[in-house]
């Protein structure tokens, strides 16, 4: 089984474009996604690019996914040390890193800013890895 950690704005695209995870895959992330997603959804119902019961139908969805939510001592100390590490003036982006080294084989993201952090620091692999029969 591969473990692969998404990042909020992954999360959003796998559900706005009903992307199927495949069977022996692990989706890990850190507890804060969801919150993040949602509040995603708000700034773009605000923005007026999405009508807020698609927001709202798409929030149901990403609530359905199964992931593995991790929060734990260990995965924050190690985002703060990445954080302290890279420069960083928070935390947000630095816990998908530290979840990505301590429990997964790599992180997927469709955020370009993310993966442009992430590629020196941990595995990134493509969402086609996300698919059935991917290693």
Known sequence: MARYVIDAPT???????DVRVGPEHQIVAPNMIRS?????LLEAVTRGELAEKVALQRHERLT????RLLGDRVSRR???KI???QGWESTYEAEYLAVTRLQADAL?????ALAAKAEQLVPLAPLEA??????
């Open 11 to 17: 999360l959003l695209h796998l559900v706005a474009e």
């Open 36 to 40: 993040q997603a949602l509040s995603l």
């Open 64 to 67: 359905a996914l199964k992931m």
């Open 78 to 80: 190690m985002a703060w």
């Open 83 to 85: 954080a302290r590490e």
């Open 108 to 112: 997927v993201t469709v955020d370009p």
């Open 130 to 135: 996300l698919g059935p029969n991917q290693g």
